[in-house]
Every structure is written in C-alpha cells, then in structure tokens.
C-alpha cells in the first residue's frame, strides 16, 4: 500500500481552508469546500477512473471492470465543521481512493467494479441537516420544505449557496439512486471517541450507528427590568433553560450503559439584552442511541420534565421535534469481511459502536454496509486537535483495501 501517497493528499486537502490555528474550514458549498472537490477530481483523472457529479454534488468515481455485476463502493465526505479536524471523513475519501488506485495499478482480479463516493454536506455545521448527500441518493429526503428554508449564519440558503456554485436545489431528487446498483458500501473512520484508545488497538468493526433525533425547546418566561423587578416575581427563561439542562444531563447519565446520550448544544435567549431579564430561551437538544426504543423514552423523559421545571416558576414550555433517525445494525457480510481482513493481516482490533451518525447509515438502504475506525489519539474529534499516527492509518488502510478486495471477488 502506497502510504506515502496517502499522507501527501491529506497534507494538499488539509492546506485547504486550514485557518491559522490549524483547523479545517471546509463548510458544505463553500469556496473552500468546491476548491477541495476539484482537486479530488483533478486526482481522480489522474488515477484514470471515471466520474461524475449528481445534482447535488455528490462524487462518484468508478473503476469499472467491465462487469455488470453489482457494484462495491466505498467513501466519505471532506466538508468540515468550522475549525475542524483534518481526518473527519477526509481520511475515509482518500485511503479509499488510494485502495483503488492499488487494485487498478496491480491488475487484480475482481468480479464487481469499484467505486469511490464522496459524499456533500455530510455535517450539519451549516444548514442543521446531516448527512444530506447520502439522504438524497438513498431516497431518503423526507423533510424536503425545511432543507428549502434552511440558512447558514450569515443568512445564505441552502438554495442560494448551491445556486453560487453551479448546483440547482430543484434537481436534487434527480440524484436518487436505483436501489439494486450496490452490492456492498464501505466507510472507513476516524474514531470520534476514546475508545480504540483506551483499548490500544489501531482499528475497529463497527456493528452499528447510533441515530440522531433533535427537539428545539422553548421556554415561555416573562421579559422584565434587570433592575426594578424582585428575584421572587421574575420568570426568568434563562434560569428555567439552566434546570432543565441540568436535569437532561443528569437523566442521560442514567443511559450510559444502554448507549443513549443527550446533549444541549444551542441555546438562544430573547431579548438577549443585559439590562432585561431573559424573557424566552430556546434549546436545542441532540438525542442519540443505538436502540429506537431507548431513544424515544429518554426523549419522553425530557419532553415530561421541561414542563415540570416551567410550571414550578409559572411558565411554560414547548418542545418541537425537528428531525429523527433510525440507528443502523451493521452485522453482516460486510462487517464479517473487514473482521477477516483484520484477522489475515494480523492487526490488532475490537468491534464498537458509532455514536456519530455517517454516511453509512444512508447507504444501509441501497446496500450491506460495513465501518471501519482508525484510533484517534486525541481521543476528540470536530476538532484541530483531532490525531491519528501514521502507522494507524497504514493499518486502516490495508485493512479497507484487504476488505475490498475481498467484497469485490
């Protein structure tokens, strides 16, 4: 495996909308992030495969063996959240292309063709919506008036900003795809967590992804004088949103050891003045597990005490679900291949689960899918500090080239 290779295209895309600081600034649709794909393209030309673009943006670049079989494929994505990581779906597009590289160059001998996917605007960074590439393509674009009206936080559309660079809105149910085209999907991963780490091993079998479901909670205080208006009278919005976080953390602690957490991640308060008492805050809260039924009781559970906090300071509370996903199993014939591969190849590895959501769990609906994690040093990701050392990525990249070559046979 070209190793070599691989380092020197993560430095290129990594140089790109890299901020002084260090972090990767690639957001969905932006100048950075076309810049990117253009180079990606410019080396899927060099390579000699052929690609192309939906409507949306999504790349596909396919080795095509002259088989009508069906096809293996394999990627990630290379936006970024702001200031992020520079191996956060970035790693999995080039060690991807890079194994197909190696089986083109070598000559192997494959029954199914080869493709490199890399998917657009796979965080939620700019637009609140995640995965949407993926979405598309597997026909699962369900809330398609709130894609329409999402804006980024210099009040750009999402129409707008794919309008500015070449891409029409209107068509993107154009891009989806035929659901007997894929036989297998592989992504592999930076971990996101600590936990290859804290086990010390370079890779892990992923089983499974954990899914998202997000509420928008408004509490109804009063607005008031900072000054003229007793502790005892006030309603006080912010104050209510602060219990309540409180309390949704102290209930996910109780999830832990069945894969479910709960995060408060935004808050906005009105009329966000210092003088005037808070007299709205709306929260936003990230639920996620590995189980539909777990997920849903912790959101009961948050849903029941919003109301119980505001209603003990005479308020009132409102929750909205804005978007919910199903977690994807990933045991199969796919997870079995890159457990093999693991084994033939004599590197260290455990199985996991995602509690990020990926491209993967999209794909799980045109395909058998399987997850490939590479040990993150840092242990953090969305990150500048995100880590991983060389020998790991070499590790994570025989393992995915082993394990294609073995789908693909």
Same mark, same amino acid.
């Given at each position: ?48 495969? !052929? ?11 396919? %080795? ?14 290379? #936006? ?24 083109? !160059? ?45 804006? &980024? ?13 070449? %891409? ?82 102290? /209930?996910?602690?109780? %999830? ?17 003045? /210092? ?10 809260? #990230? ?8 997920? !849903? ?46 084994? #033939? ?19 799980? !609906? ?35 080239? &082993? ?7």
């Amino acid at each position: 495996m070209n190793t070599a290779w691989i380092f020197e295209q993560l430095d290129i895309i990594s140089s790109i909308g890299e901020s002084v600081e260090g972090g990767q600034n690639r957001l969905a649709f932006s100048e950075n992030d076309m810049k990117a794909r253009e180079f990606l393209k410019h080396l899927i030309n060099q390579i000699g495969l !052929e690609y192309r673009e939906d409507t949306f943006g999504n790349i596909f670049a396919l %080795y095509n063996t002259g088989s009508e079989n069906q096809i293996v494929a394999t990627g990630s994505h290379i #936006d970024t959240v702001p200031n992020g990581g520079r191996y956060d779906g970035t790693l999995g597009v080039i060690t991807s292309l890079a194994a197909i590289k190696e089986i083109k !160059e070598n000559k192997e001998n494959i029954r199914h063709p080869l493709e490199l996917i890399v998917f657009q605007a796979e965080e939620s960074s700019r637009f609140g919506h995640s995965t949407m590439g993926s979405k598309i393509i597997s026909g699962k674009l369900e809330n398609f008036v709130q894609w329409e009206q999402s804006r &980024d936080n210099d009040g750009i559309s999402l129409v707008q900003a794919m309008k500015d660079t070449g %891409y029409n809105f209107y068509d993107i149910n154009k891009s989806v795809i035929e659901k007997d085209r894929y036989k297998y999907f592989l992504e592999l991963h930076i971990d996101q967590s600590k936990t290859l780490m804290n086990a010390n091993v370079p890779v892990a079998v992923v089983d499974g992804i954990a899914a998202p479901l997000r509420v928008r909670v408004t509490i109804f205080g009063e607005a008031a004088h900072s000054g003229s208006t007793a502790m005892r009278d006030r309603k006080d919005a912010l104050v209510i949103a602060s219990e309540l976080i409180l309390a949704i953390r102290n /209930i996910s602690l109780a %999830y832990d050891e069945r894969q479910a957490v709960a995060t408060v991640g935004k808050i906005d308060i009105f009329p966000n003045a /210092i003088n005037v008492v808070p007299g709205t805050a709306v929260m936003y809260v #990230d639920i996620r597990g590995i189980h539909a039924k777990t997920i !849903e009781e912790l959101f009961g559970l948050i849903r029941a005490e919003s109301s119980k906090i505001a209603l003990r300071y005479k308020a009132s509370s409102e929750i909205e679900l804005l978007s919910s996903e199903k977690p994807c199993a990933l045991n199969n014939i796919v997870t079995d291949t890159i457990e093999q591969s693991c084994i #033939d190849l004599n590197i260290p590895y455990i199985h996991t689960i995602s509690g990020a959501g990926h491209d993967t769990m999209n794909m799980a !609906e045109l395909a058998e899918c399987g997850m490939i994690f590479v040990r993150n040093v840092s242990g953090i990701s969305h990150h500048k500090n995100e880590s991983i050392l060389n020998e790991d990525i070499e590790k994570g990249a025989l393992v995915l080239h &082993d394990a294609l070559l073995k789908l693909s046979r």
